[in-house]
Every structure is written in structure tokens, then in C-alpha cells.
């Protein structure tokens, strides 16, 4: 057992019972001509995070321990893309239109792969999804069981959205929690800072936060 010196209190870590998901950290909602920039967003902010997440996914390869990385994505015949999804908002290419990376969002596409920064190795998990969490229509829970993992460690874009509806979805079923803080991020920062408070307030009601750092540092404890 490691501890992890946490907010709101600390962590014990059971790096044997322990995954890390890194959620979401795809060319399209990274890089300029994908999905998060044709909803309207500045994607900068979100490269900032490729080194700690990168350090955070070394440290996990280290310890040998289990490692997810998740993709929101579609089938290209668009058959797991509910219409009230493609037709949301006002944004200047829907899901599945070709754009500078290709189709928008579609599983196989360039853009929708992991940038190559934290591209995963042989032995990791790799798992498509159709929704912002990763549990929904997904075999990842059957996926956590079968390994014995009760804990979970989170990364990835955006905190509010795929990271929270996905942390959220793990907390109702049991697992605990941690987000790493300096390696998640949204395009709006009072966004990210707000979905950590929510998520930590009333005795970490969803679950926990700290830097990779101190994740990393009680791994190898
Ligand atoms: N738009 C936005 O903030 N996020 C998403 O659409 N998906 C994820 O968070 N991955």
C-alpha cells in the first residue's frame, strides 16, 4: 500500500488492485481541425497536459501495472451515434464529416486516434466508446473485474466532460477514485476547477485529486 497525499484527504494506494485510465486524449479534441475546435474551442490548453500525462502513463509502464486509454469515437456507418448527439449545437463539422484529419470523430480515423505523444503500447487496453463515459455501451467493466482492480487513476480531456461523466459512472460502482490534476484539462479553466471541487467537496463524494507527482511517487512505495 502507498499513500497518496491527496485533496480532500489521502489515498491509499493498492497499486496491485490499481488501473490508469487516460481518457479521451485523441487528435480530435488536441489538435487544430478536430472535433473540440469545431465546437468552437481553443485546443491549446489542452496540449499543455501531453508531459504529465506522459509521465504520469511511464510511471504506470514502470510499476507494470494496467493501463486504459479510451476513445470517443463512432462506427462509420454512424450506427452507434444517436442523431440527438450528431445534431447538437451549432458546430462548423458534425461527427462523421470529413475534415483535415478525416471523418470527424470515426473510429479508424486519424483524428480520432491517441496523439502520438502517449500513443499506447502492446499489452494496454484500448477502448472505444460512443458516449462521454467509458462505461456506458463498453465492456470495460468486465474488463476491470476480470484483472481485480478496485482503484482507478484518471487523466485525460476534458475534466468536465468525458473525465467527470466517467469517474462518476466508476464511483457508482464501487471503485475509488483519483484524479490527477496536472494531467486533465479543459478548454474552459474554471470548468476544470469547478468539476474538481464538485467532485472532491463533502468528503470526496466522487473522489480524490493530486498531482502526477505524488501518484506516481506511491506506485513505486
Ligand atoms: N467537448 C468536450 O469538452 N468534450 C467532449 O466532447 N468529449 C470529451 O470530453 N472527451
Not at 10 to 29: G, K, N
Not at 71 to 100: F, T, V, Y
Request: net charge negative.
Amino acid at each position: 500500500m502507498g499513500t497518496i497525499k491527496a485533496r480532500p484527504f489521502d489515498f491509499a494506494l493498492d497499486p496491485a488492485a490499481t488501473a490508469l485510465i487516460v481518457i479521451d486524449m485523441q487528435r480530435d479534441f488536441v489538435e487544430p481541425g478536430g472535433f473540440g475546435e469545431t465546437l468552437g474551442n481553443d485546443v491549446t490548453r489542452l496540449q499543455a497536459i501531453i508531459p504529465a500525462t506522459a509521465a504520469l502513463i511511464d510511471g504506470f509502464r514502470k510499476a507494470g501495472l494496467t493501463i486504459v486509454h479510451t476513445r470517443e469515437c463512432h462506427q462509420p456507418d454512424l450506427s452507434d451515434c444517436p442523431p440527438a448527439k450528431r445534431d447538437r449545437g451549432n458546430p462548423s463539422l458534425r461527427i462523421g464529416d470529413p475534415g483535415p484529419m478525416g471523418r470527424i470523430l470515426i473510429s479508424g480515423e486519424t483524428g480520432a486516434d491517441i496523439v502520438p505523444e502517449l500513443y499506447p503500447i502492446e499489452g494496454e487496453i484500448v477502448l472505444d466508446k460512443p458516449g462521454k463515459g467509458a462505461f456506458y455501451a463498453t465492456p470495460l467493466g468486465d474488463m476491470l473485474k476480470e484483472r481485480g482492480i478496485r482503484q482507478l487513476v484518471f487523466a485525460g480531456v476534458t475534466t468536465e466532460v468525458c473525465v467527470q461523466t466517467t469517474m462518476r459512472e466508476a464511483n457508482d460502482r464501487g471503485y475509488e477514485c483519483i484524479l490527477a490534476e496536472d494531467a486533465t484539462e479543459s478548454y474552459f479553466p474554471e470548468f476544470k476547477k469547478a468539476a474538481i471541487d464538485m467532485m472532491t467537496a463533502q468528503g470526496a463524494i466522487v473522489g480524490w485529486v493530486a498531482p502526477v507527482s505524488a501518484i506516481v511517487e506511491a506506485l513505486h512505495d
